[in-house]
């Protein structure tokens, strides 16, 4: 039996998500922190920031830091992230959940607190350049929960909110979400507590990718 779809447009969050990068994001913030003298936040707090744009995300994870010196400890924070990332791996499944998504022609997208380098670097690295209908970072619109990235994206398809649904790991992805008034689904594998998604009200939470792509498959 052939299935409706449900989405047409299906936006996923990058890191956290379908990049199994939390770690290395914690430990590159930390280090840069060591580099420059100022507090070393906790993982807690390092990575409740994954998802926000780096100037957003740095501010926030060193609260009470001089704005003129955040673009520095970005670029000791950049220096330690890319000399790590050839280590970065997708989660296992996603490659096949991504390409059964685009056999059932949904519209794939990425939504990302990364920049534009960043994630271009890290699609060319796991060799998805052509997985992917559009994309949005937060250098080229407004940084995660501002509805920007999703409404850029809707636009460009001309697809409405409720044909479009959001995945992310992080309650600034299900902010986005439901900013932009679309659908959100959570994982529980990445940055963010899925405790914290009830707010949001997503329509599922999965704990694995394989689980992910079971659902979408049935229910997207």
């Known amino acids: 039996m052939t299935r409706t779809r449900r989405f047409d447009l299906i936006a996923f969050d990058w890191d956290g998500t379908l990049s199994d990068s939390t770690q290395l994001i914690v430990r590159s913030i930390q280090a840069a922190c060591r580099d420059i003298g100022v507090p070393v936040p906790s993982d807690a707090a390092a990575s409740y920031v994954i998802g926000l744009g780096l100037h957003d995300a740095l501010a926030h994870a060193v609260p009470g830091l001089a704005p003129e010196r955040i673009p520095e400890l970005g670029q000791r924070y950049r220096h330690h992230y890319f000399a790590s990332q050839d280590e970065l791996s997708l989660f296992p499944g996603t490659v096949e959940m991504l390409a059964a998504l685009r056999e059932r022609q949904h519209l794939l997208a990425v939504a990302t607190g990364k920049n534009r380098r960043g994630l271009d670097e890290a699609l060319r690295h796991q060799q998805l350049a052509g997985m992917f209908d559009s994309s949005r970072t937060a250098d080229e619109t407004a940084s995660k929960p501002h509805p920007l990235m999703l409404q850029e994206l809707m636009a460009e398809f001309g697809i409405a909110p409720a044909r479009t649904?959001?995945?992310?790991?992080?309650?600034?992805?299900?902010?986005?979400?439901?900013?932009?008034?679309?659908?959100?689904?959570?994982?529980?594998?990445?940055?963010?507590?899925?405790?914290?998604?009830?707010?949001?009200?997503?329509?599922?939470?999965?704990?694995?990718?394989?689980?992910?792509?079971?659902?979408?498959l049935e229910n997207a």
């Open 165 to 216: 649904l959001m995945i992310g790991d992080t309650t600034h992805d299900l902010q986005l979400a439901q900013n932009a008034g679309t659908p959100c689904v959570g994982v529980s594998y990445g940055a963010h507590d899925h405790g914290e998604f009830a707010p949001f009200a997503p329509l599922f939470v999965a704990h694995s990718t394989r689980e992910l792509r079971d659902w979408l």
